[in-house]
């Protein structure tokens, strides 16, 4: 069965492959998901496979969701985590938030497929940033802190590219591939320009931060993709590294500066990602994997700390412009708090860390 998948006015065809629930008719299926009703478009399968990169994708249906978390909320999990009051402000109000159906990868982009992408476009491996990069990250960051972004000294730019250098190597792609043994990986390094590149490859798009927030914790304003109460035994994050809980920040800072710190960074690189789906019990309401934990993950948006208090009630593109694009999801090397699904990170679009990836989305039409 032939769909296809309008992106800037280029059609790019897609296989569909019915995997689990197949197809839903030739009506509007709607379904109750908490108190908001969600609607599947007619004809749209539920589970498809892409052609270009062999991506499996999932159909979220069209309605409403909670997005973000209540004042309340958020002051409670600043007092939970020990951090300092109003690090949590950006996710507040609480809202509600109208999407229309759209596809979503059902695991991050792995290293697999990005060296697909990446040998048949010419498109630079992953790899530690570059002096131009460095200075454009340098001066989002002073733009952030509402200083001058000009001036920034040799020093500084140099000092930050061998800290770069030092602490990124080991992630780094070299002869043209991926660290052996990391294939099934979710691809880091990538900063937000090449993540878009790549979309665009595949005939996707990044997603939006309310459509991310939407797949991972649905419709019910859970705090977690698997549900309120933080549970580690179901995602990638620092406990797994660490091999005990990190309750607090404070207990979090206090580990990686006295233990993770002092490893070499090439015995850093060997234990952090882990391959993609590697957590089935830590799925999302909609089934996709590593929502939480394994890879922050570049959305769409440009980053606003209070976009919240004035943001469209129906499918919300993020500000029009700004100096930091948005990441979603926490990573291996934080704790808890930086992996609930409400949690709001932002980082110069011209880097790429090792705790960053990405999946993308698509709207399907059928023709």
Not at 43 to 57: Q, S
Not at 212 to 222: L, M
Not at 300 to 317: I, L, M, V
């Amino acid at each position: 069965m032939l769909y296809f998948v309008k992106m800037k006015n280029q059609l790019f065809p897609i296989i569909i492959v019915i995997l689990i629930l197949g197809s839903c008719g030739g009506e509007n299926q709607q379904i109750k998901h908490g108190r908001f009703p969600q609607i599947y478009p007619k004809g749209l399968t539920r589970n498809i496979v892409t052609k270009k990169d062999r991506a499996e994708m999932i159909l979220l249906p069209a309605g409403e969701f909670l997005m973000g978390s209540k004042e309340e909320e958020a002051k409670d999990a600043e007092a939970k985590w020990g951090l300092n009051e109003g690090l949590l402000e950006s996710e507040t109000p609480q809202h509600i938030v109208y999407l229309n159906a759209f596809y979503i990868d059902k695991y991050e982009v792995t290293n697999e497929q990005y060296k697909k992408f990446v040998d048949e476009t010419g498109h630079r491996i992953p790899a530690v940033p570059t002096k131009e990069e460095v200075i454009a990250a340098l001066k989002s960051e002073q733009t952030e802190l509402g200083e001058e972004a000009e001036k920034i000294s040799d020093a500084k730019i140099n000092a930050t590219i061998q800290e770069l250098t030092r602490t990124l190597s080991p992630w780094a792609w070299k002869a043209g591939t991926y660290p052996p043994g990391k294939s099934n990986h979710p691809v880091v390094l990538v900063n937000w320009y090449d993540a878009q590149a790549y979309a665009n490859w595949a005939g996707k798009r990044l997603p939006t931060e309310a459509e991310w927030e939407k797949a991972a914790r649905g419709t019910d304003g859970r705090f977690y993709p698997w549900g309120n109460d933080w549970d580690s035994t179901r995602c990638n994050s620092a406990e797994r590294i660490a091999l005990k809980p990190l309750p607090t920040l404070q207990e979090s800072l206090k580990w990686f500066y006295d233990e993770w710190e002092t490893l070499a960074p090439i015995k850093r690189a060997q234990n952090t990602t882990v391959p993609v789906g590697s957590y089935r019990k830590g799925r999302s309401p909609y089934g996709i994997h590593d929502m939480a934990g394994n890879v922050f993950e570049w959305c769409a948006d440009w980053y606003d700390k209070n976009y919240y208090s004035h943001s469209p009630e129906r499918n919300p593109q993020g500000p029009k412009n700004g100096s930091t694009r948005v990441l979603r999801g926490g990573s291996w090397n934080y704790p808890g708090f930086k992996l609930r699904s409400t949690y709001r990170n932002m980082h110069a679009p011209s880097i790429g860390g090792a705790p960053n990836g990405f999946r993308c989305v698509m709207n399907a039409i059928k023709l």
